[in-house]
């Protein structure tokens, strides 16, 4: 089986791109974020294949009742918004058992064995299986699974609109300005994230989320010939277990699926004109390679690269008035690391990274 990891690059339509891979008769999935490299190492040594079972329950409950899982809204599926799903674990655990007992022990086994199991305890046929998803998410977690043979999906959008959409999502779901750390964490997947997956020698299949709807047919095509999979009615959905999802709740809103109509919400408000112009300076390559409109911006001297951002002094300002003496001073050390991103990044010319 082939396997393929989901990264995403942000607020860039992962989980958007994930349901609608969702329910495809040759797809092996999970229903959401499988942390399989955290997994993997609290199981490695584990000689009973129940216990391996019980600790992959411990982890991911919701994939047993979506009821669990409300920041995703797995709770809310279906037409009208009142519908979940259940998977039988004792199923599961019985199907886990006799695939992997089976095979040799190894990493890659057991990712396919659990992912098998899952499918069989959702009366899928496996017979018909010839792709493995799994949606890791995080850039960060890929280097613990470098050595298995695999080819990445990973999602971007624009990056002003990446950057400020994380921003104002993160903060209203969680009622208060993000932390530097997260602040700096997005910027760097945003404008480094691709750098660091070249390093891994893997193919790199990079999707637009704004691709996604306004391309769909297009994208949906290259995504089955690169998975060498049938294409679907199912894949022009966007489904968890076949039940209309309508996305996470940092969203706010309920979003129907493809939208022909989309179109990026930059809030312009987030930024000083010099952050949009070394922004669009530094990722020149990037922009060019992904067909990214630049906003018109005057020419700052080199200097100016070494002023804070506006949303860097927005998050300064709520951990001075917070007296947050841990946040202000992470305010400053990633502030400065950011300036270091920015002065020496340089695009990856990887022939490895391509578009879709």
């Known amino acids: 089986m082939k396997l393929f990891v989901l990264i995403t690059g942000g607020r860039t339509g992962s989980g958007f791109l994930h349901s609608i891979l969702d329910g495809h008769s040759e797809i092996c999935l999970l229903p959401g974020e499988f942390f399989f490299d955290d997994f993997y190492e609290k199981v490695k040594n584990e000689k009973n294949l129940k216990r ?7 982890e991911n409950k919701y994939f047993f009742n979506s009821k669990l899982q409300k920041f995703d809204r797995l709770d809310q599926l ?3 918004k009142n519908e979940f799903f259940k998977i039988n674990f004792l199923k599961f655990q019985k199907n886990f058992i006799r695939i992997y007992k089976t095979k040799k022990k190894n990493k890659l086994n057991l990712l396919i064995s659990i992912h098998l199991a899952y499918s069989a305890a959702n009366n899928e046929n496996l017979k018909n299986k010839k792709v493995i998803l799994l949606h890791l998410h995080h850039i960060d977690r890929i280097n613990k699974i470098s050595d298995l043979n695999f080819k ?13 959409t994380f921003f104002q999502n993160w903060s209203d779901f969680r009622g208060k300005i ?20 070249a390093k891994l020698n893997k193919q790199i299949n990079v999707i637009k989320l704004e691709d996604i709807h306004k391309k769909n047919k297009v994208i949906i095509n290259k995504i089955c010939k690169i998975c060498k999979i049938k294409n679907e009615k199912i894949l022009f959905s966007s489904t968890f277990h076949k039940k209309k999802w309508w996305s996470d709740m940092a969203t706010k809103k309920y979003l129907n699926g493809v939208n022909k109509n989309f179109k ?9 004109e010099r952050d949009i112009y ?15 409109k630049k906003i018109s911006c005057k020419s700052k001297i080199f200097l100016k690269i070494l002023l804070p951002m506006k949303l860097e002094l927005i998050i300064l300002k709520d951990n001075l008035i917070r007296l947050n003496l841990m946040g202000i001073s992470r305010s ?25």
């Open 178 to 197: 993000i932390d530097p750390w997260s602040q700096f964490y997005n910027v760097d997947r945003t404008i480094n994230g691709i750098n660091k997956m």
């Open 52 to 58: 391996i079972a019980k600790v992959f329950l411990n």
């Open 332 to 356: 400053f050390i990633y502030y400065l690391k950011r300036v270091f991103l920015f002065i020496n990044f340089k695009f990856t010319n990887s022939k490895l990274v391509r578009k879709l």
């Open 278 to 292: 070394f922004l669009q300076k530094v990722l020149n390559s990037y922009i060019s390679k992904f067909k990214y």
């Open 78 to 80: 279906g037409d009208n």
């Open 264 to 272: 990026n919400i930059i809030n312009l408000n987030l930024f000083f």
């Open 152 to 164: 990445i999906f990973y999602t971007i959008r624009d990056p002003l609109a990446n950057i400020s």
